[in-house]
């Protein structure tokens, strides 16, 4: 199984800060690794997908960088309503795995 | 556009079998573009894949729930659905049903959630 490693697990950020959540398999992936936005009481919303492409109507704030075993996702100009957790989730093998999440507190 | 619903008990007893459906509208559950997940995330914890179902009867489970799980569709009703046998505390949490195209591996379509709690 491979293992997804996310750091950190918590942050605490102000509005219009610039924001790094790393992910982190135990073994390469390649570049099948996405990144979700969950809101609480929210199902989880896919805000990037194969490490870097954007999807349908996402903010241009999220992107996403990475392959093989590190992956970035970056939040440029965060906005009070990005307070949320963030998983990745590889499916380059299974079982499909996710990371154990990165909850963002707005300050 | 596909849209997921699940439904099922929220409730259920040590030992006893959690069962759970997702209707689909949108698309044909038996559409070989789509494979059928159930995902599920205990209280306060991360997601965790269960399995999923494509070409109606062909799965793929999780190596550590495979022993007591089965996902089964209803073309009929244009449902799939999932069974947990001997529950415990520990499979308390939402149940999500979501879809991802067969080329692609990541989920656009999700179910709302459904919470099950194992208690007596």
């Known amino acids: 199984e491979i293992v997804l490693t996310q750091s950190p697990v918590f942050q605490s950020v102000t509005p219009k800060e610039k924001v790094t959540i790393t992910c982190r398999a135990s073994?390469?992936?390649?570049?099948?690794l996405h990144w979700y936005q969950q809101k609480p009481g929210q199902s989880p919303k896919v805000l990037i997908k194969?490490?870097?492409q954007s999807t349908s109507g996402v903010p241009s704030r999220f992107s996403g960088s990475g392959s093989g075993t590190d992956f970035t996702l970056t939040i440029n100009g965060l906005e009070v309503e990005d307070a949320a957790a963030y998983y990745c989730h590889q499916s380059d093998r299974f079982p499909y795995t996710f990371g154990q999440g990165t909850r963002l507190e707005i300050k | 556009q596909v849209q997921l619903q699940e439904s099922g008990p929220g409730l259920v007893k040590p030992s006893e079998t959690l069962s759970l459906t997702c209707t689909v509208s949108?698309?044909?559950?038996?559409?070989?573009?789509?494979?059928w997940n159930w995902i599920r995330q205990p209280p306060g914890k991360g997601l965790e894949w269960i399995g999923f179902?494509?070409?109606?009867?062909?799965?793929n489970y999780n190596p550590s729930l495979k022993r007591r799980v089965t996902i089964s569709a209803d073309t009929s009703k244009n449902q799939f659905s999932l069974k947990l046998n001997s529950v415990t505390a520990a499979d308390t949490g939402v149940y999500y049903c979501?879809?991802?195209?067969?080329?692609?591996?990541?989920?656009?379509?999700w179910g709302q959630g459904a919470l099950v709690t194992v208690s007596s």
């Open positions: 073994q390469s992936i390649g570049g099948s």
């Open positions: 194969y490490a870097s």
């Open positions: 979501a879809g991802h195209l067969k080329t692609s591996g990541y989920y656009v379509h």
């Open positions: 179902i494509y070409y109606i009867r062909d799965t």
């Open positions: 949108g698309v044909s559950v038996s559409s070989g573009s789509f494979y």
